[in-house]
């Protein structure tokens, strides 16, 4: 078994473009989710778009790359106001059920057939991304950095864009919460009506809230898009959010901190465990006393089962997360 | 008691000019900062609220009592517009409230507390009261993002709360999460952020409700000195010593009509107000009512 190896690509996978991408979504959702309190499990569609933004500008409307963030900022504030008009007035969950209906819908719109000359079906849009690719300032052909850190000049490019924006928004982020109106989106998570009375616009917050993670996930998509070279429908599937949600809680939700480095770590100990698998049924089945645990072709499922054993895990002994504050935590339900 | 209490002018003048007036379900007042006309409030069939006419006298201590389901809460919900009647209107310092949605009767000078004590358990004590601030610059976003402009009156609104902390006692607890106060603290948190306002009207929903009697010596206290900051205090309450104790007036609801008003004195002395609340056998003893 080749250790080395798992350990480099783990590495690898803590600074890695997706951890980048991941942390950034996560922000997103942590102003909405972690400080305000709603429970948006449509991220996804505001990644998309972003995604969608950036690869309809170049390829449809013949103006610049950059339009499409412009373009993006404008999907993500209708999709925000669709989304939130009729359900921020309501409870919790009934923006959790929107949120994901709404996540799909997206989904399925921009990949079917009907649309397929604007969004490009499942194909999704390809070429999109020259003039990003243009501002590079590294040679795209060369490789950078030392073994393992070895990357490509491009991804070495939309890494460094990728981690750039999550420690801006971070910053930002944590001045925001720091603020009196972070202090009104904390209290409208502990108690809407108190808010209420006391003379805020609940309501309003609430969809700034929505908005502005919203606009977080939205660059979230664009740094995966970039990556990418391509904006597929399939990448914005609920799984996403759902992952990211993850990344999130396993960080420790209402932390900047935690919504950064959980999505790195989530990385980190996906990629540990897929390749420690590949690597233990590489030439043969894994067997413990003749009897067969686990073979090649099982590795992708098993993955996914171990990480859902430690989320379990982690949920039972340490439900604040890494970064989380247990003190924090004790005060539910008084 | 009332012999050895000292009033300050204004508590005087209100006292004085409720004295005057008639004691009488719905009566009118010299000079009313609430008013409500006909307000009416149906919960599937039944009527929870049916107020044929309130006025609350400004400057004066206002006890609004009733047995359990008399619709209290609900009057409270409707004038704060947490709940909407289904007719009937409503004035606040002579602006018609109707159409007036809850975040903004704060601003207007008037805030509420409410019966399960709604402090933000994940924030600090102080946090709390900064919060009750109204018109805060750095609430916008934008603002929120750029701390130089906000700073300044961040520091204001800070030394206010404090100050308010220590008059209420809370400044030792400053730093600490709301959530590990004692149920007492909180409803005294919650009444101190509600000051934080800046309100003419304060309406506290049962701020006695489990607090030990020796708190609720001082939250008495503490109902009084908003009085004679010039506050009007409308309060929802079932502990009659306290009624009695700090209140100019007493309006009592049963079924949710107001069924009686009047000086502490007179109500305690109304046939009616205690055959609401104790039924008809009041003033026997359980042995009397078994023999009888």
Known sequence: MDFIKIIENTISAFFGIDAAYFALAAIGLNIQFGYTGLLNFGQSAFMACGAYGLGMTSQYFGVGMWWGILIGLALVIVLGLLVGIPTLRLRADYLAIVTIATAEIVRLVVRSVRFKEYFGGSDGINSFSTSFRNLSPFDPGAQYGIRPFQYSGYSLWTMIVGWVLVVVFSFLVYMLMKSPWGRVVKAIREDEDAVRSLGKNVYSYKMQSLILGGVVGMFSGMVFALDRGSVQPDNYSRDVTFYVLTALVLGGVAKVSGSVVGPMMFWGLYVFSDNFLRELTKDRPFEVFGVGIIQKSQVGPVNYMLIGLGLMLLMTFRPQGVFGSKEEMALDGR | ?292
């Open chain 2, 1 to 292: 008691m009332d012999a050895e209490r000292t009033y300050t002018e204004l508590a005087q003048r209100a006292r004085a000019a409720l004295a005057s007036v008639d004691a009488s379900p719905g009566v009118a007042k010299p000079d009313p900062i609430l008013l409500a006309e006909k307000v009416r409030r149906n919960f599937g069939g039944v009527t929870a609220v049916d107020v044929q006419h309130l006025e609350v006298q400004r400057g004066s201590i206002t006890a609004l009592i009733g047995p359990n389901g008399a619709g209290k809460t609900t009057l409270f919900n409707l004038l704060t517009g947490f709940d909407t009647p289904d007719t009937g209107e409503w004035m606040f310092d002579s602006k018609n409230l109707k159409k007036v949605v809850a975040h903004k009767t704060a601003s207007l000078g008037m805030v509420r507390t409410f019966q399960l004590t709604k402090s933000l358990t994940k924030l600090s004590v102080i946090e709390n009261m900064k919060l009750g601030a109204t018109h805060q610059i750095g609430e916008k976003w934008w603002n929120g993002l750029l701390p130089f402009r906000y700073r300044k009156q961040e520091a204001i609104i800070e030394r206010r709360a404090d100050e308010l902390l220590k008059r209420f006692k809370l400044d030792h607890m400053r730093d600490q999460y709301a959530g590990t106060l004692s149920g007492g603290q909180r409803k005294l948190l919650e009444m101190a952020r509600a000051l934080m306002t800046n309100p003419r009207l304060v309406m506290l929903d049962e701020p006695m409700a489990g607090v030990n009697p020796a708190l609720k010596q001082s939250l008495n206290e503490h109902i009084r000195g908003l009085r004679d900051d010039g506050m009007t205090v409308l309060f929802v309450e079932h502990d009659m010593d306290m009624v009695h104790d700090i209140s100019d007036w007493v309006v009592v609801m049963a079924e949710g009509r107001i069924i009686a008003e009047g000086t502490p004195d007179q109500i305690s002395a109304n046939p009616a107000v205690i055959e609401a609340y104790l039924g008809t056998h009041q003033g026997k003893s359980l042995l009397e009512e078994e023999n009888a």
